[in-house]
């Protein structure tokens, strides 16, 4: 079944091969390898990469029907669509049927029509990834965004449609 008659029946989509290899290795072993003190950065390159990386910003926007997205950055955000990168090799998706994921697989779904955890799978399966339509005119939102954005200490580099992505430039 092709990804978008997948979503519209069921309210989930797997697209295949989302995300390189290296991607998905390079951010797993980062994640794996930070010490327990340290508090996860939401800013760091290897999850911007991902964010940046074309076939899911265009899976994103196919699923949310605009090109005009902001990356999900904190729980105070709108995310009615989530998603997540498969980190390991032949992990079951918890849906209506199981469906299997391989590393670099992106699997999107609809949060009210689906009761799928993620982050109840194992340990390192998925990294969780979600965009929704930008609103640039939320001024609230939109300083939070960049407040968040200055005040990590390892920002990345961001293409023009990464800082599209994270609001500070508009569409």
Not at 59 to 88: D, N, R, Y
Not at 137 to 162: C, F, H, I, P, V
Request: hydrophobic share 40%.
């Amino acid at each position: 079944m092709r990804e978008m008659e997948c979503w519209e029946q069921h309210g989930f989509a797997l697209f295949p091969r989302a995300v390189t290899h290296f991607y998905a290795l390079r951010y797993l072993l980062w994640v794996k390898e930070l010490p327990v003190d340290q508090p996860y950065d939401i800013h760091h390159q290897y999850l911007w990469d991902i964010r940046m990386y074309e076939p899911v910003y265009q899976a994103f926007s196919e699923i949310l029907g605009t090109t005009e997205l902001w990356a999900h950055l904190c729980p105070g955000e709108p995310a009615p669509v989530k998603g997540g990168i498969c980190l390991q090799q032949s992990v079951q998706v918890p849906v209506n049927h199981w469906s299997i994921a391989n590393i670099g697989d992106l699997f999107i779904y609809n949060a009210k029509a689906c009761s799928v955890d993620l982050d109840g799978l194992p340990d390192y399966s998925w990294l969780p990834i979600s965009y929704f339509p930008a609103v640039p005119d939320n001024r609230s939102m939109l300083k939070e965004r960049l407040r968040s954005w200055t005040a990590s200490r390892n920002q990345a580099y961001l293409s023009t449609r990464g800082n599209k992505l994270l609001g500070s430039e508009r569409w």
